[in-house]
């Protein structure tokens, strides 16, 4: 793999500033894209322009709300006059609801910021990524939902994530005839900072993934950011459509054995 192929390339990832995001627009840029880190979070999304630039990358930071879908279109137009195209986009931001949200609340939030405004995004990035000749856009599922059901994940979590999975296939259809690609990555349980720690002691639903999961581990953000570099590059050129799972094998090998019975 040719360390800098994404060199001339820009990419825009939404919820840059940490976990998955922070990693994946670390690794786009150390491909060698021009990287734009949007994130509601101003001094995270800093912070992680920052170390880009300190390793001699390419990152800008711009502020994203996207729970507002206009704002979301409107930085996307901006990035790319700005940037003089877009070649990447990396949905992945969605909003953490408090834990005072009422269900009505938590549903409207979690369906506005973790898939209206994928479709936003999307759309508006869709002439860009076409003219870039290298289009390609990759959004954050996750096997709760688009997989399975998982106790600790809420309806309203469940729902968006299984709604990025028919969203994909459904734009992998209108663009793919102008060159764009999309596709979707379902992680399972990665250690991020939304998998909350009490100490040094992790939750017990992650020890209990632990236990099914045939390697034994949670998944680490690098390790997903992999993944969206592919699927970003050329070295995935004939591949849209698709959700791909990327869970130590939880989803299709899971270690009952292991598993207590009362």
Not at 169 to 191: E, Q, Y
Not at 235 to 253: C, K, P
Request: aromatic share 6%.
């Amino acid at each position: 793999m040719a360390e800098q192929e994404l060199a001339g390339r820009v990419a825009l990832v939404t919820g840059g500033a940490s976990g998955i995001g922070r990693a994946a627009a670390e690794r786009l840029a150390a491909a060698g894209a021009r990287v734009i880190v949007a994130d509601v979070d101003r001094e995270s999304a800093a912070a992680v322009v920052a170390i880009i630039a300190s390793v001699g990358g390419e990152a800008v930071f711009r502020p994203l709300d996207v729970t507002d879908r206009d704002a979301v279109r409107r930085v996307v137009e901006a990035c790319a006059s700005e940037f003089g195209g877009l070649s990447i986009l990396f949905n992945n931001a969605m909003s953490n609801p408090l834990l005072s949200y009422a269900d009505d609340e938590r549903w409207n939030l979690m369906l506005e910021s973790g898939l209206t405004a994928y479709w936003a995004a999307a759309l508006a990035a869709a002439p860009y990524l076409a003219r870039s000749g290298h289009g390609a856009i990759v959004q954050t599922a996750s096997i709760a939902g688009a997989r399975m059901g998982f106790e600790f994940a809420s309806e309203a979590y469940c729902a968006a994530k299984a709604g990025i999975v028919g969203l994909t296939r459904r734009l992998a259809k209108r663009l793919g005839p102008s060159g764009v690609r999309v596709n979707c990555i379902a992680p399972g349980v990665i250690r991020t900072p939304r998998l909350v720690y009490s100490g040094s002691e992790e939750p017990e639903f992650a020890r209990r993934v632990k236990l099914l999961t045939p390697l034994g581990r949670l998944g680490e953000s690098a390790e997903v950011a992999e993944l969206v570099l592919f699927l970003a590059s050329d070295r995935a050129s004939y591949i849209t459509g698709q959700d791909i799972a990327i869970d130590g094998g939880f989803t299709v090998a899971p270690m009952f054995e292991n598993a207590t019975l009362p």
